[in-house]
């Protein structure tokens, strides 16, 4: 099969299309199936672990990658199953989590699986599932953002961010999105009641207060943040490491019983999955792509991340 493959770690040139061998249903994976990939797409997960970023590597491989193919998002159609599956046949159309969906045929768990939305073609499917759990977990299970509750989320217009605005208004929130002056008309479009330029404003210092800060991006440190919580508000961030300050200022937290600031891991699972495909059904969460590459061109899709201004998606148009 054809596949997007890198064998080092380094810029995002070593990632090369290459024919290697098709994944097969093993007899230990009987709850496993193997999807034909029509569409997949890049993370900065993907970027992190083709990088070689230091804390990915004790488990990744540390002078080589212990795995050929990125990609941890997938739609597409079911083409084997393993003997213990029950809730899909051949041939269904899927979407969800797995690892290695840069490439024509990928093995994923029926458990981190759901069938395509209703209405939405496998490009947009694949924009979803990793962004879409992110987003759903940190704002309902971490950030316990309820109906009527005002939250700022930083980052708005990324790939977190863009759902993170709709699945938000979704749970009845108020939301005040920060992104950059360009994006600030689409990112209203999607629902924000209020927008504002991250270039031209500090959101911590507008006097303003709300029940959940969510740093989708990780770009802001808790302690500038507490100035914009309300007495009881929750900060939760996406990506810890990416503010050398923050993780000292978490421990502190933690030292001082502070339960404000938050993170999580997503966990790309069936029901969550089954909860945002509801979501787009009943059309108040739509992904947005703003480009698609074809899978020979998956190195300019990690370009495209790594940059770190892209607008909702970058999705790999697998089967065209
Ligand atoms: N915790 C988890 O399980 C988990 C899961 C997935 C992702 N993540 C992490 O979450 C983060 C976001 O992922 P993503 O897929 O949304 O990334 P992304 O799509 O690459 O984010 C790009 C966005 O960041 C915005 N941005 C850049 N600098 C900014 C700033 N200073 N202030 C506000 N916004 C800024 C850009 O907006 P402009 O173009 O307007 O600048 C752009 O729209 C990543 O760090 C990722 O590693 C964590």
Redesign the pocket.
């Known amino acids: 099969m054809k596949a997007a493959v890198y064998r080092t770690y380094g810029p995002p040139e070593v990632v090369k299309l290459e024919e290697i061998a098709p994944p097969v249903l093993r007899p230990e994976d009987g709850k496993r199936v193997l999807i034909r990939v029509h569409s997949a797409s890049t ?3 993907d970027v ?1 672990h083709r990088s070689g970023f230091l804390p990915i590597r004790p488990s990744n491989g540390w002078l080589k990658p212990k795995t050929l193919v990125l990609g941890i998002d997938v739609a597409g159609t079911i083409e084997a199953i393993g003997p213990e599956v029950t809730r899909f046949k051949l041939g269904d159309a899927v979407y969800g989590g797995c690892f290695g969906s840069h490439a024509e045929f990928v093995r994923a768990r029926e458990d981190a699986l759901a069938p395509l939305p209703a209405g939405l073609s496998f490009d947009q499917a694949a924009a979803l599932p ?2 879409a759990m ?1 987003a759903l977990q940190g704002l309902r299970d971490v950030a316990s953002l309820q109906a009527g509750q005002r939250i700022l989320i ?2 708005a ?5 863009h759902l993170a605005v709709q699945i938000a208004r979704a749970l009845g929130a108020e939301v005040t999105a ?3 002056g360009p ?1 600030g008309a689409w990112v209203k479009a999607l629902g924000a009641d209020h927008v504002l330029d ?1 270039t031209r404003v500090d959101f911590t210092r507008t006097g303003e207060r709300y029940d959940v800060v969510y740093d ?4 802001r440190a808790y302690f500038d943040c507490t100035r914009a919580l309300t007495p009881a508000g929750v900060f939760v961030t ?2 810890p490491l ?1 503010v050398w300050s923050l993780l000292p200022q978490l421990a502190w937290a933690a030292l001082t019983g502070d339960k404000r600031p938050r ?4 966990d790309t699972n069936a029901q969550d999955l089954t909860f945002i495909g509801a979501l787009c059904e009943k059309g108040q969460l739509r992904p947005v792509i703003e480009q698609v590459y074809p899978l020979d061109q998956t190195a300019a899709t990690h370009r495209h ?1 790594e940059a ?4 909702g998606k970058v999705v790999i148009a697998v089967r065209t």
Request: aromatic share 6%.
């Open positions: 993370n900065p997960f992190l990793t962004a992110t930083n980052g217009s990324g790939g977190v961010g920060v992104c950059s994006n991250y989708a991006v990780g770009k996406e990506n990416k993170m999580h891991l997503a991340v770190g201004h892209t607008k």
